[in-house]
């Protein structure tokens, strides 16, 4: 039994079994997006029977077992504006969302090709239940999860799985800009700052912000 409290019949913490919704044994190994062995429609989304998930914005998602299929790019907009950088020891509130946006812009300024990827690159922390973990303490097994969740990102969203370089420079070099303008020290390997003005958005502006450059990178995709 999970510490967190239950209600209405629905586990209350983040993740949870789903063996209590009582899925009949056809569904067990059906395709997800596919139709279930034996029967004639669909199992509703709560009936997927993978082992552990996490609740995201709009339904579920299945970190140890990503599927392209299952990616919502509101689930990622929504979590990464809700989650602060470097575990909240930062002067002010910054959302990952708004580091993925300024990364992004500075992509279709210097290396458009790659402006995606940049705007997406943090999609995992959204999806794998860890969030923004600090670099010093990200043990293999979360890196492992996340790397699994890029596959599953870039196969959502077109993309190479390989992460454009310009997107690792650019990841690496904002940190600069964030620790001098929002941290109490800054480390000094990172010395080459990529030169973006922080603006603290609220969650709600850095969801905003984020699907509206999404939109306009794809072209309106949903």
């Avoid at 940049?118 to 790397?147: N, T, Y």
């Avoid at 990172?190 to 794809?218: A, H, I, K, S």
């Amino acid at each position: 039994m999970s510490i967190y409290d239950r209600h209405g019949g629905l586990p209350a913490e983040t993740f949870g079994p789903l063996d209590w919704y009582g899925v009949p044994a056809e569904w067990q190994d059906a395709d997800v997006m596919g139709m279930p062995r034996g029967a004639h429609i669909a199992p509703p989304r709560a009936a997927w029977t993978r082992g552990d998930y996490i609740s995201t914005y709009t339904g579920r998602f299945w970190p140890m077992s990503p599927r392209a299929s299952e990616i919502d790019i509101k689930d990622i907009a929504h979590s990464l504006a809700m989650q602060c950088r470097y575990a909240g020891h930062v002067k002010r509130f910054l959302s990952v969302a708004e580091h993925s946006v300024h990364i992004a812009r500075w992509l279709l300024e210097n290396a458009p090709h790659a402006a995606l990827h940049g705007l997406l690159h943090d999609a995992p922390e959204a999806l794998s239940g860890f969030g923004d973990v600090a670099r010093p303490v990200k043990p293999a097994r979360v890196r492992e999860i996340e790397d699994r969740g890029w596959q599953a990102v870039a196969a959502a969203f077109g993309l190479s799985p390989v992460m454009p370089d310009e997107v690792h420079e650019a990841d690496n070099r904002i940190i600069a800009d964030e620790m001098r303008q929002n941290m109490h020290e800054c480390d000094p390997k990172y010395d080459d700052p990529l030169g973006v003005e922080l603006e603290y958005w609220d969650p709600v502006r850095g969801e905003r912000e984020f699907l509206e450059l999404y939109r306009m990178l794809t072209g309106g995709r949903s």
